[in-house]
């Protein structure tokens, strides 16, 4: 008892300050990180409606490139071996044509328009082909597309509350309607508050058809559903898109490390998707992330001797390659960090900034601190717990940046659909640095107003901050990062057991809850462990000091089981 006791008094005191190990990289990082340059970028990026391999996805790509230049990365093919900033621009042919919006409007027979490209900026479903100037059609309800076959769709315009995707498979490709009309925005989007939102969508690349989606907001739905009751069917569509070859663009930028190189730190952020926070802002806060470190590299504060490796592209799929394609390079990959949607006003769009862990038994029992996004997520398993101290090392030091700003920081059990999915399959540690909730999520609302330069810089500093530690790999490394796992494992086991002691009180299983308790005692026992992949300076001392700590929570799991019998 004693031994647990002392690890809790020792570990939760200041909980979330910056240790004495970690303060001067955040002092150092403070005052490096443009704020503004980041918003720049930002503000560069979201102009386009960014599909893989169009002109505003490339242009967005050479936009950061030419950004890590100004900054001292030098162009991998005329780097000299003594170079460490690089960087490369990788090209591969698309299998499939890329798509852009130019213009549209879609009106109601009386000429009333109810939407316009220009200000509604997802109307058109991406991939759908032009109407060669303005058309008029006739259209059919057909509200969720429950039982299309009750509806003549052929050669009309088919309306429904149902994703485009269906709707164009059934009413198109099956049926020989001659486009869609679609409705469907998410509760979160809050549709009847925000009623010219539109979410973005996409349908099938259909050459043979070419047809159309086009995609409305709660205003233009409630418009055409009068129109009907007024048995007035009558649209006139105008849609100009773009349709052609491409290749697709990633780039990828690395500060070498003195030591070793071949193991590293990546950072990843996504070019596609048409908005300023889902993820221009995530292209500009790691633009500037690696211009920072060019800075302090070049000014001679930091030397890692791990590489942080720089990745702009495909969501998941520039990733997933990176980490795929070379084995050996993937054995040296020792954590992955997914920057997505890091740059939000949250009293404009809702929410918080929230660290996506790993999974660990918060995506078991999902109760007390543990919370969902309205994203959503599912439970895991026990074989599907990944422990790593990466989880509660990054959420310690992005909770020290919350105190000393004054910045609300969060995180939530692991629900995936980023950057951070790759690295997991891969068996690497990942991590998500997001936003949620967003009322304007995918929506033609988000844009750059909705864009706040202070959380890009405290998403950067953050983020900069914790790489560079992991990649100087100082001599008291390890020691702090067994410290701030150690301190989480303590609060973590308290307030595990307060929760399971109201749970029986409550008359719920007490073996259940005595379960709970010990897997979270057993998962920290295995996260402790890992902090050996750091490769302590000083392995004898460290791995005393191991020895104690997890000798310490052993002590604390059957002190917290006594509780509960």
């Given at each position: 008892m004693g031994a647990a006791l002392l690890l809790f008094l020792s570990c939760s005191a200041n909980a979330f300050q910056f240790k004495p190990f970690a303060q001067p990289y955040y002092d150092m990082v403070d005052a490096t990180f443009n704020q503004n340059e980041a918003f720049e970028t930002v503000?560069?990026?979201?102009?386009?409606?960014?599909v893989v391999g169009n002109e505003g996805f490339n242009k967005s790509i050479y936009y950061a490139a030419?950004?890590?230049?100004?900054?001292?990365?030098v162009l991998e093919e005329e780097a000299k071996p003594s170079d460490r900033l690089t960087y490369r621009i990788e090209k591969r042919t698309l299998d499939k044509p890329t798509w852009e919006?130019?213009?549209g409007s879609l009106k109601l027979g009386s000429d009333e328009e109810l939407l316009n490209l220009e200000t509604n900026r997802n109307m058109i479903a991406i991939n759908s082909?032009?109407?060669?100037?303005?058309?008029?059609?006739?259209?059919?309800?057909?509200?969720?597309?429950?039982?299309?076959d009750n509806y003549d769709v052929e050669g009309k315009v088919v309306v429904g509350n149902a994703s485009a995707r269906y709707l164009f498979s059934e009413c198109v490709q099956k049926r020989g309607a001659v486009g869609v009309i679609s409705y469907r925005m998410p509760d979160y989007n809050q549709p009847v508050k925000h009623q010219n939102s539109i979410s973005f969508s996409g349908i099938p690349l259909d050459e043979e058809k070419e047809s159309f989606a086009i995609l409305l907001s709660y205003d233009a739905y409630n418009k055409l559903l009068m129109a009907e009751f007024e048995e007035k069917f009558e649209l006139k569509i105008d849609l100009a898109t773009k349709v052609y070859k491409s290749e697709e663009l990633t780039l990828v930028a690395e500060l070498k490390g003195s030591k070793a190189p071949e193991e590293r730190f990546v950072f990843s952020a996504h070019v596609q998707e048409p908005g300023a926070n889902d993820n221009a802002s995530g292209v500009g806060a790691l633009t500037e992330i690696a211009a920072s470190s060019?800075?302090?590299?070049?000014?001679?504060?930091?030397?890692?001797?791990?590489?942080?490796?720089?990745?702009?592209?495909?969501?998941?799929?520039?990733?997933?390659?990176?980490?795929?394609?070379?084995?050996?390079?993937?054995?040296?990959?020792?954590?992955?960090?997914?920057?997505?949607?890091?740059?939000?006003?949250?009293?404009?769009?809702?929410?918080?900034?929230?660290?996506?862990k790993m999974p660990d038994p918060g995506a078991i029992w999902v109760r007390g601190v543990e919370k969902h996004s309205e994203w959503g997520g599912r439970p895991l398993t026990k074989e599907q717990l990944k422990p790593h101290y990466f989880n509660d090392l990054v959420i310690s030091q992005f909770k020290a940046i919350g105190s000393a700003r004054n910045w609300e920081v969060n995180f939530n059990p692991?629900?995936?659909?980023?950057?951070?999915?790759?690295?997991?399959?891969?068996?690497?540690?990942?991590?998500?640095?997001?936003?949620?909730?967003?009322?304007?999520?995918?929506?033609?609302r988000d844009r750059i107003d909705k864009v706040s330069p202070q959380t890009l810089?405290?998403?950067?500093?953050?983020?900069?901050?914790?790489?560079?530690?992991?990649?100087?790999?100082?001599?008291?490394?390890?020691?702090?990062?067994?410290?701030?796992?150690?301190?989480?494992?303590?609060?973590?086991?308290?307030?595990?057991?307060?929760?399971?002691?109201?749970?029986?009180?409550?008359?719920?299983?007490?073996?259940?809850?005595?379960?709970?308790?010990?897997?979270?005692?057993?998962?920290?026992?295995?996260?402790?462990?890992?902090?050996?992949?750091?490769?302590?300076?000083n392995k004898t001392a460290f791995q005393k000091n191991l020895q104690e700590t997890k000798d310490a929570m052993i002590t604390l799991?059957?002190?917290?089981?006594?509780q509960l019998n």
């Open positions: 503000a560069f990026v979201e102009k386009y409606f960014r030419d950004k890590l230049k100004a900054a001292g990365f919006p130019v213009s082909f032009s109407t060669k100037g303005e058309q008029s059609f006739e259209f059919v309800n057909v509200y969720e597309g429950k039982d299309i060019a800075r302090l590299l070049r000014s001679g504060q930091i030397d890692p001797e791990r590489t942080i490796t720089y990745l702009f592209g495909d969501e998941i799929v520039s990733t997933n390659r990176y980490v795929q394609e070379d084995p050996e390079r993937a054995k040296g990959i020792k954590w992955g960090m997914s920057l997505d949607m890091v740059g939000e006003d949250t009293e404009k769009t809702g929410g918080t900034f929230l660290i996506e692991f629900e995936g659909g980023s950057d951070h999915v790759p690295f997991l399959r891969g068996n690497i540690p990942g991590l998500l640095l997001w936003h949620f909730t967003d009322v304007f999520y995918h929506t033609d810089d405290n998403v950067g500093t953050g983020a900069l901050m914790i790489a560079l530690m992991l990649t100087e790999n100082k001599e008291q490394l390890a020691d702090f990062v067994l410290l701030e796992a150690s301190t989480a494992a303590a609060i973590r086991m308290t307030n595990e057991l307060q929760l399971s002691k109201s749970a029986i009180s409550d008359g719920e299983d007490k073996e259940v809850q005595r379960d709970i308790v010990a897997t979270w005692a057993d998962y920290y026992m295995n996260v402790f462990e890992t902090t050996l992949d750091i490769d302590p300076k799991k059957n002190m917290s089981l006594g």
